[in-house]
């Protein structure tokens, strides 16, 4: 069993930058996969990011990718995602998840989840 409480999110201009952090409880988390995915008013859950339990393996979206930046912290039990060069269309409910397996861009294969956190992006 993994619990994740996310943290970070808040209210920045365009252009600016916010580092979200996810804090996993459970011995085991060092063996697990962790995603990041968003969900927009009216949209879909998305994939944003991911790392595989390793930190040898990152998947981003492409909307994202060169603008943000997934890492772990395996003694910590900690994911951040550095988001850089943030835009309005960033601004979504961030949520971090986690699977024991390969890292996978499917939130369907995520069987544990934060509560999520709030990023808005002014223009």
């Known amino acids: 069993q993994v619990h994740l409480v996310e943290s970070g999110g808040g209210l920045v201009q365009a252009g600016g930058s916010l580092r979200l952090s996810c804090a996993a409880s459970?011995?085991?988390?060092?063996?697990?996969?962790m995603g990041w995915f968003r969900q927009a008013p009216g949209k879909e859950r998305e994939f944003v990011a991911g790392?595989?339990?390793?930190?040898?393996?990152?998947l981003y979206a492409d909307s994202v990718k060169g603008r943000f930046t997934n890492s772990r912290d395996n003694a910590q039990n900690t994911v951040y995602l550095k988001m850089n060069s943030l835009k309005p269309e960033d601004t979504a409910v961030y949520y971090c998840?986690?699977?024991?397996?390969?890292?996978?861009?499917?939130?369907?294969?995520?069987?544990?989840w934060g509560q999520g956190t709030q990023v808005t992006v002014s223009s």
């Open positions: 998840a986690a699977r024991d397996g390969y890292l996978s861009r499917s939130s369907t294969l995520y069987p544990y």
């Open positions: 459970g011995r085991t988390f060092s063996s697990y996969a």
């Open positions: 790392i595989g339990w390793s930190s040898g393996t990152t």
